[in-house]
């Protein structure tokens, strides 16, 4: 699918250098700022940096992101800078404020411009922010790319502010009316400043974690970064070549596998567009109804993000008939701990946040089930919910999850939506 492409730098750009800013993109294939930077620029200064906002200690005593979910990170980054030096690069890696990282080696290595990749939430866009003002106070430009989405908002059927609020009238009109663009080449090549010291890759003691302890089946099997991704994705047909459908088996774990996908694809390991080009090209297996799930979510994906982008904080805010707080339960907090330790009492609530406390994943019908309990049982603020799933989960996506919580707490109500087209959305798609 993927053509390595050698770009010799054009004489007349000899002088220039991009510095690319890496955030939840953490791959090498299909990935537009990597491969624009090539072939822009002569040189490319190429940037992880971990910002010590996500490893913060909340007011609850708990992390910002738990050991689980930053184990995963790192092993994602430390793939990535693999993969870049294999063809040429190297990745410089800082821990910092952003804000000042990256306008201190655009200073130090005389960039002459920024790439990164777009987010939506409010946290994400202001560190973005914060970063556009250091650097236009140096007169250096911070370009904006969208790389996390299937269908790229240029080429949606309607404009960001006319997006419709419901998922039905959304999935029928891009369906109908938008195409996914094919998957870009790969770069064979890159060529980066000389780096004195290009940083070491983290521990977990050094972002303030401990490291996590694995019980049960699957915690070890996530490995992060992309080559574990692209490998995955393979075994996925190849297990769908060799099942049978509707007798247990391998096609049981064929079922099981596609939830696998989400939290490389969270962290932009390996591309929403890369999913679906494979999946397109396999659906004539044995296996359509698998593969069109995962289409399915791949477009969930692509909603909550563009609501987001149209509705900003607004799309979590309380409208009627969502949560309301007067029903929250006076003792809440006492019950949220019972719930998290998965002490309820439920023998299948308890089962599932024991394998998210665990593993740092459950399927989407947990994530369901935890979710409505908090919500319609215990009578607990969504909130807490959110921001434990953020903490734990390694697929955690800011838009997903928080959109998903939203629709679970009836606070973001496209009420047509549930669900004559589908089940509800997953709490962070299954993918």
């Known amino acids: 699918m993927y053509t390595a492409i050698r770009l010799t730098p054009c004489l007349t750009m000899s002088d220039k250098t991009i510095l690319v800013w890496f ?27 971990f910002d010590p906002y996500y490893f913060k200690t909340k007011a609850s005593g708990e992390p910002k992101t738990g050991s689980i979910r930053a184990k995963f990170l790192l092993e994602s980054v430390a793939d990535l800078r693999e993969s870049l030096r294999a063809i040429g690069g190297e990745l410089i890696i800082k821990i910092g404020n952003p804000a000042e990282v990256i306008p201190q080696l655009a200073e130090t290595y005389q960039v002459n411009e920024v790439y990164h990749h777009r ?28 790389g996390h989405t299937l269908y790229h908002k240029e080429d949606l059927p309607f404009p960001i502010k006319d997006i419709p609020d419901s998922f039905a009238i959304f999935k029928k009109k891009v369906e109908r009316d938008s195409t996914v663009r094919p998957c870009i080449g790969t770069p064979g090549f890159i ?8 940083g ?24 992060g970064g992309e080559t574990v991704a692209l490998r995955h994705l393979d075994e996925l047909f190849l297990n769908a070549e060799h099942a049978t459908p509707g007798k247990g088996g391998r096609s049981a774990t064929l079922h099981a596998f ?20 494979e999946v397109t090209n396999h659906q004539q297996s044995a296996h359509t109804n698998v593969f069109n799930s995962i289409l399915l979510d791949l477009l969930w994906r692509d909603y909550f993000r563009f609501m987001f982008k149209k509705h900003g904080q607004k799309f979590i805010a309380l409208k009627a008939g969502g949560q309301n707080t007067t029903d929250i339960a006076d003792n809440q907090d006492e019950l949220f701990e019972i719930w998290k330790k998965g002490a309820t009492g439920i023998p299948l609530v308890d089962g599932f946040m024991h394998e998210l406390n665990t593993t740092g994943y459950i399927n989407k019908y947990g994530r369901q089930i935890v979710a409505g309990f908090l919500v319609n049982d215990l009578k607990i603020d969504w909130v807490k919910g959110a921001e ?17 919580w939203a629709f679970i707490a009836g606070v973001n109500n496209p009420v047509e939506s549930r669900y004559n087209i589908a089940p509800r959305p997953a709490l962070e798609m299954e993918t």
């Not at 060529?191 to 290009?198: F, L």
């Not at 939290?263 to 567009?273: D, F, P, T, V």
Request: aromatic share 10%; charged share 25%.
């Open 23 to 49: 955030r939840n993109d953490l791959r090498i294939h299909d990935n537009e700022i990597l491969l624009e930077a090539v072939r822009k620029a002569d040189k490319i200064v190429l940037v992880y940096c």
């Open 119 to 146: 987010e939506v939430a409010h946290e994400e866009t202001a560190i973005s922010e914060t970063v556009e003002t250091a650097l236009w106070r140096m007169k250096l430009n911070l370009k904006h790319f969208i």
């Open 191 to 198: 060529r980066t400043p000389t780096i004195d010291d290009a």
């Open 200 to 223: 070491g890759l983290p521990t977990l003691e050094e972002l303030g974690l401990e490291a996590p302890v694995f019980e049960g089946q699957g915690g070890e099997a996530f490995t």
């Open 258 to 277: 596609p939830s696998k996908l989400s939290a490389w694809i969270s962290l932009g390991c390996i591309s929403m567009r890369q999913v679906y080009w």
């Open 388 to 404: 434990y799933f953020e903490e734990k989960l390694i697929d955690y996506s800011p838009a997903s999850n928080w959109g998903n």
